[in-house]
């Protein structure tokens, strides 16, 4: 069970850092992701990293403002989100890949979410 926290209310330019647990379990070793969903529109890639935290993909939106790492020993992983614009407010999903194959760009790549966790920027 994947579960998302840190999530909440920032004003345009400040930072949160979201954090996806596994609860019970550990993180996937084919990989982990953070995607995104605002209202009306379709779920989104936002970052992704190996097991081992040496591979990093990031979407060109978020480039230079977000770092996304993981820290296996607390089963966890992290989204660091600096310079908060508002459009990055939407719903923030964790996903766990259950094989090592598909794209790690779109849902279809992973097997296992969390709940979600509102993201909301002011501006």
């Known amino acids: 069970q994947l579960v998302e926290s840190g999530g909440g209310l920032v004003q345009a330019g400040g930072s949160l850092r979201l954090s996806c647990a596994a609860s019970?379990?550990?993180?996937?070793?084919?990989?982990m992701g953070w995607f995104r969903q605002a209202p009306g529109k379709e779920r989104e890639f936002v970052a992704a990293i190996s097991w081992s935290g040496d591979r990093t993909n990031y979407a060109d939106s978020v480039k230079g403002r977000f770092t996304i790492s993981v820290d296996n020993a607390k089963n966890t992983m992290y989204l660091q989100m600096n310079s908060l614009k508002s459009e990055d407010t939407a719903v923030y999903f964790c996903?766990?890949?259950?094989?090592?194959?598909?794209?790690?760009?779109?849902?279809?790549?992973?097997?296992?979410w969390g709940q979600g966790t509102q993201v909301t920027v002011s501006s």
């Open positions: 996903g766990a890949r259950g094989k090592n194959s598909g794209s790690w760009y779109y849902t279809i790549g992973y097997d296992y």
């Open positions: 019970g379990g550990t993180l996937s070793r084919y990989g």
